[in-house]
Every structure is written in C-alpha cells, then in structure tokens.
C-alpha cells in the first residue's frame, strides 16, 4: 500500500490517495452562491494536476449557512447546474469529484478574509443559527445576534441537507463529505462548549450527537448505495481548560457513524472558540487524531501540514491514515500529485496536453 494504490470505496476507485481538501474560496460574484469561471479552472486545474479526489470548498446547504455572501452553495437546481460542468472536467482529467455540503451555523454572515474576516451586521448580513441563542464571540466587534433552532427547524434543516446531497449526485458528483468540523453548525451540537441545549439535541453525547447522526443517515438514504460518504470532523476542540469535545470522543462518535454508512472520517481539528489551544502544527500535527479515531476501524482521512510527497506517502504506507489530504501545499502547487508520483517513481497522471513539460 502506497500513495499512488488507487483508493477503492463502494463504486468508486479513486486512481490515488491524494484528495484535495475542501477550501473556501470566498468567489462567487453576486453573493449568490453560484459557482463562476473561478472555481471551473480552480477546481480544474487541481484535476489536471493528478490528485485522486478534489473536493470543493465548503457548499452551503441554505443561504443562512454561507460562511460569507460569497461562498459557494448548493441550496437550489440552478446551484446544482453550475457546479454540473465542473465535475464533469473533474471526471474527464481522471480525478474523482467530491462536494463538501456544509452549513456555518452561529459562524455565518460575517466578511470574507480578504475583507478582514468579521460579523456582517445590517443588509448585506443575515442572522446566523445555532443550538443557543450564545453567538459566535468577537475579539474586538460585536456579536450578531444569533436564532436558536427549534424542532421544527432541525426537521427543514436536515430536509435541506438530503436536497443538497441529491443534488449534488445529479450534478456529477461521487463522493459527498458533511462538514461537521471547525465550529459549524453540526459541530455545535457536538460539542459540550456550544451545545447547553436540555432537549433531544443536547446533554450527554447520545443527545449532542443526534443532529449529525440523522443527517447522516437522511443523506444516506438519499445519496445511491454507490456513492461514498464521509464526514469532516474536528477530533478536539483543543480547549483543555473546559468540558468540550476530545479525540476520544471522535473515536466514539467513528464507530457509531460507520454502521450509519459512513465510509471514511476525515479527521481536521479545532476552531470551535477563540479560546483554542492549538499546538504546534508541524508537518502532519494532525496525523496522531486520525490514528486515535481509526482505532475502532473506520476508515480515516488525515489532513494538516502535508507538503511532501515523502511524508504523504509515508502516512499511507505505514498504515497510519487510508487518505493523505492536502490543503494549502495544493494551493502552492496544483500539480502536487503529478509532482509526488515522479519524486516517489510512480506512473504520474500527466495530462496529453502537458506530457512534454514533464
Ligand atoms: C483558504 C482555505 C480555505 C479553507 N476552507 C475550508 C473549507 O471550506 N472546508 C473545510 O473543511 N476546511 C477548510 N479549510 C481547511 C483545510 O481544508 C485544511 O484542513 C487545513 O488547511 C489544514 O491542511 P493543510 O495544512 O494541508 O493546509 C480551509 C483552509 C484554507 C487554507
């Protein structure tokens, strides 16, 4: 087992272990949620660049669950169309097309980085959602007012959440990822710090895991047998200091999410408060998380600080995570994978058009 073994998962065989991780690029034009020319050669030049699965961003399931008004989303058919072309170019450079549904919770409506990230009050902004009325907490601006989610509005969300995931299968799409990681929606009702809900949605972690775990079996039912899931989260809240969510408990939450269809956890970590602990992250910081949840068997994705075809390829081959995913390493250098399998002497996924550059 090496990098380049293809990645076999219900109908799907990814042609190597290299997945693109899913990142928001924060440009879709009238804050409509529409994907644009960016993400088509985005997206695209990652396929030609020979990763086994690229991954969009984060793809809001409502408009309320957009991070910023520019983020991607997926919460209509014209959504579903634009994204269309996109994963068939993906297929047609041999790369397996995934999508990150996703919805930011108290974490919404706020300004996209490159606008120096903050709330958006007023009428570009809307009101986020979340298990509390608590906000997302400011350094320095104040905090949106935030809407608790009721029943009945748990009920629409995961209605939003199986449309989302039906589209995106209609779109072209072959693995569909839940986001429940880095202080969105379903991680706020994971974590003990966000969820003090005293209803079947919060408590004990039977109760604050119930949301995901209905997504996940919503989507199943929704998305063909066929189709891979997996399901992004974050092993620790990396917040010591107080009762919150820890890698032994992502390890628990694997093993009751793989008898629900889950194929793969791929396992990130943190940004759930702004006062996180996060350590030193050195090459592969996280590769220790994705070990400590693979213990129950489930089939796991590492993903942080990966920059070397030696040091992905060592992940795979030592057994310590099934995929290497690779975030910003690819937003150096989208021929990561084609560069990777020349350094590690494997048959590199060079398109026809490049061969003579390589
Ligand atoms: C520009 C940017 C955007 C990101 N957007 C997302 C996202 O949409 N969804 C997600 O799960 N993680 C997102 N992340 C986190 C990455 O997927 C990845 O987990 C993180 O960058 C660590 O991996 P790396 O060290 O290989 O970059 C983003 C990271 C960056 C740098």
Redesign the pocket.
């Known amino acids: 087992m090496h990098l380049f073994t293809p990645f076999e998962c219900r109908d799907v065989t990814a042609r190597n272990r290299v997945m693109v991780?899913?990142?928001?690029q924060y440009s879709c034009e009238a804050a409509d949620g529409l994907a644009t020319e960016w993400h088509r050669v985005h997206l695209g030049s990652r396929a030609t660049g020979g990763a086994g699965i690229v991954m969009t961003?984060?793809t809001a399931v409502t408009p309320r669950g957009r991070i910023s008004p520019e983020d991607l989303g997926i919460w209509s058919d014209d959504h579903a169309e634009a994204l269309a072309p996109i994963a068939e170019f993906m297929k047609s450079q041999g790369a397996t097309p995934a999508i990150?549904p996703?919805h930011a919770g108290r974490k919404a409506s706020t300004r996209r980085p490159a606008d120096g990230y903050g709330p958006i009050h007023g009428d570009r902004g809307w009101t986020p959602v979340g298990p509390t009325e608590t906000p997302w907490p400011y350094n320095d601006e104040e905090p949106l007012e935030t809407q608790r989610l009721e029943t009945d509005d748990i009920a629409e969300l995961i209605d939003a959440w199986t449309a989302a995931a039906e589209r995106a299968v209609a779109a072209g799409f072959e693995i569909v990822e839940i986001?429940a990681?880095?202080g969105y929606l379903l991680h706020e009702f994971l974590s003990p710090v966000t969820n003090t809900r005293e209803d079947a949605y919060g408590g004990d972690f039977e109760s604050r895991t119930r949301l995901l775990r209905e997504v996940v079996t919503a989507v199943r039912e929704t998305i063909p047998d066929g189709t891979p899931l997996f399901v992004?989260i974050s092993a620790t809240d990396w917040l010591p200091d107080r009762e919150s969510w820890t890698v032994s408990d992502s390890a628990r939450l694997a093993s009751d999410l793989e008898p629900l269809g889950v194929d793969l956890i791929d396992v990130?970590a943190g940004a759930i408060h702004p006062d996180q602990q996060v350590p030193d992250t050195g090459p592969h910081y996280q590769v220790p998380y994705a070990e400590q949840v693979a213990e129950g068997g489930v089939p796991v994705g590492t993903?942080?600080?990966?920059t070397t075809p030696e040091g992905a390829d060592a992940i795979i081959s030592n057994g310590r995570a099934d995929l290497a995913i690779?975030?910003?390493?690819h937003?150096r250098d989208p021929y990561f994978a084609i560069r990777a399998a020349q350094e590690l002497g494997q048959e590199a996924p060079v398109p026809r058009q490049y061969t003579r550059g390589f």
């Open positions: 991780s899913p990142m928001c961003e984060a990150q996703a986001h990681a880095h992004r990130s993903v942080g600080g990966i690779v975030g910003r390493e937003l």
